[in-house]
């Protein structure tokens, strides 16, 4: 886990680097800035993360580690480009059903959005630039300018091994003078300095290439996308009546082999993993402390207390009074 992140002692020595551990994966992707996320834990057991979070200026340095498999759905600010790599990838992460490893780029236009499913003890490393600043920067050719601009809410993916360990590389070097610099005006040119090294890149690569596209989305992840997103909508009518409320979305054999091939997983389990990750959020909400336990599963559809119990130990590794004292803690 530790071996892309600085030490402890070096990163807090800087008020604009946050190095952080955690034990709750909403609270690990609060962290990012300009990106708003929602995480569901995948595989069972105790979460463990750890974030860091350099804000140089126009750029943000962010390196996340998990030991549970997420599923996140991201969505990004209207100021900002997002570009994602992984760091190591015993497993490929998987981005709108499609299995990448660590030579391809996820780049993601404000606004965007984006759907990614990570493996456990999988690394990442997102970056953002500032739109204005990506666009304005001296290093990019006019053409890789306009396929910027021109990018879809779900961005485009490059594939190029040389480019990738390029970008880390820049990356990485960047994070580690950051954590010695000991004025603002160093800050300011590392942030100036790995700007034009990303323009500069994309835009040789663009010349290599002359095109960035590689995106291709499977009609069978299009159906899947559709029918969790009105699973999501109505669990509640989905955890009591099962999946006859998704008749008008394709028979019951194609609806569980969406989520089997996507999720690895049959969709009502997925139902109750989402219910059980509405409970957490719950219990660890300050303003909830002092409502009943009991009474918060029962919201979610959890009537017989030992099951809900035994669900949520499994899922979470702790009962949920555990989590309760975190909270209240």
């Known amino acids: 886990m530790n071996i892309w992140f600085p030490p402890d002692e070096i990163c807090n020595s800087q008020t604009f680097i946050f190095n952080s551990t955690h034990h709750d994966l909403q609270e690990q992707a609060a962290i990012y800035e300009g990106i708003d996320l929602r995480y569901t834990q995948l595989s069972a057991g105790a979460f463990r993360g750890r974030m860091l979070h350099a804000a140089l200026g126009d750029v943000a340095i962010n390196i996340e580690y998990c030991n549970q498999s997420l599923e996140k ?60 600043a990506l666009l304005e920067c001296a290093g990019l050719l006019p053409e890789v300018n306009d396929w910027f601009r021109k990018l879809n809410k779900r961005g485009d993916f490059v594939k190029s091994p040389q480019l990738t360990s390029q970008l880390k590389a820049v990356a990485l070097l960047a994070l580690e003078s950051a954590t010695a610099v000991k004025h603002a ?35 069978a992840f299009e159906r899947f996308h559709q029918v969790r997103r009105a699973l999501i909508d109505d669990i509640h009518s989905i955890s009591k009546d099962g999946l006859s409320t998704l008749e008008n979305m394709g028979s019951r054999r194609s609806i569980e082999q969406a989520f089997s091939e996507n999720l690895h997983m049959g969709p009502l389990r997925y139902t109750r993993l989402v219910r059980l990750h509405r409970v957490r959020e719950k219990l660890l909400d300050e303003s909830r402390l002092d409502a009943n336990i009991g009474d918060i599963a029962a919201e979610d559809g959890f009537w017989d207390w030992s099951r809900f119990s035994i669900h949520y130990r499994k899922q979470f590794g702790e009962l949920p009074s555990e989590t309760r004292c975190r909270a209240a803690s």
């Not at 780029?105 to 999988?122: L, R």
């Not at 790995?194 to 009609?219: C, G, V, Y």
């Open 73 to 132: 759905d991201i969505h990004l600010s209207p100021n900002d480009y997002s570009f994602c790599l992984t760091l190591d990838d015993p497993v490929p992460f998987s981005v709108y059903g499609v299995d990448k490893s660590r030579d391809w780029i996820h780049v993601i236009p404000p606004d965007g959005e984006s759907f990614v499913i990570t493996p456990k003890d999988g690394t990442i490393m997102v970056l953002t630039i500032r739109h204005d």
């Open 185 to 219: 005006k160093h800050r300011t040119t590392i942030d100036r300095g790995i700007l034009l090294n990303f323009a500069t890149a994309f835009t040789l690569e663009w010349l290599k290439q002359n095109d960035l596209s590689t995106f291709r989305s499977t009609p």
